[in-house]
T-cell receptor, first 114, second 116 residues
Framework: AQSVAQPEDQVNVAEGNPLTVKCTYS??????LFWYVQYPNRGLQFLLK??????LVKGSYGFEAEFNKSQTSFHLKKPSALVSDSALYFC????????????FGSGTRLQVQP | DTGVSQDPRHKITKRGQNVTFRCDPI?????LYWYRQTLGQGPEFLTY????????KSRLLSDRFSAERPKGSFSTLEIQRTEQGDSAMYLC??????????????FGPGTRLTVT
């Protein structure tokens, strides 16, 4: 079985400060990892993915994520937060074998204060 | 806009009624997924199509739920004899397969179902 844990329901950060949203996962085989963002009344938007290769993945809107195989983590980061980054963030995983569907975490609400 | 579209966006129904939702994927995408999202939770997988073939179903998909993708393009999700526990956002996503590459899933805006 595959699973994702997002240990923080909410992360608060001041505008201009760096932000980190945490994600750990469990999956059989090699992981494919994704971050999505959800704004109110809008669908999930893809941010970035890790398939293989460089452990630091760069994505949309200045976000990046670091894959750490030994810690089974895939934390989302941004060097300088914007108020407009405030949204709900979901980490998702699937393995390289078996089911194709994504397993999502429960989400982390990011609040960036001006 | 050529993104994933879903219809209707909102549906209110009485318990025991049947409802049907439609999803139109991005035109060149041959994989289509249905997920359900309840308040405070991440999306949960329901079922997956490759072209017109339904290849995978979650145990969440009880026998009251049925999904089709008859021509490998749009898909419908029907819920029969709705229950209050079916109230949720139903999300559709599509993706494009590639030899040896993994493409991300693109999500539609969802259909919010309220069962009264």
């Amino acid at each position: 079985a595959q699973s994702v844990a997002q240990p923080e329901d909410q992360v608060n950060v001041a505008e201009g400060n760096p932000l980190t949203v945490k994600c750990t996962y469990s999956v059989s085989g090699n992981p494919y990892l994704f971050w999505y963002v959800q704004y109110p009344n809008r669908g999930l938007q893809f941010l970035l993915k890790y398939i293989t290769g460089d452990n630091l993945v760069k994505g949309s809107y200045g976000f990046e994520a670091e894959f750490n195989k030994s810690q089974t983590s895939f934390h989302l980061k941004k060097p300088s937060a914007l108020v407009s980054d405030s949204a709900l963030y979901f980490c998702a995983v699937r393995g390289d074998t078996g089911r194709r569907a994504l397993t999502f975490g429960s989400g982390t609400r990011l609040q960036v204060q001006p | 806009d050529t993104g994933v579209s879903q219809d209707p966006r909102h549906k209110i129904t009485k318990r025991g009624q049947n409802v049907t939702f439609r999803c139109d994927p991005i035109s060149e995408h041959n994989r289509l997924y249905w997920y359900r999202q309840t308040l405070g939770q991440g999306p949960e997988f329901l079922t997956y199509f490759q072209n017109e073939a339904q290849l995978e179903k979650s145990r969440l998909l009880s026998d009251r739920f049925s999904a089709e993708r008859p021509k490998g393009s749009f898909s419908t999700l029907e819920i029969q004899r709705t229950e209050q526990g079916d109230s949720a956002m139903y999300l559709c996503a599509s993706s494009y397969p590639s030899q040896g590459l993994l493409y991300e899933q693109y999500f539609g805006p969802g259909t919010r179902l309220t069962v009264t």
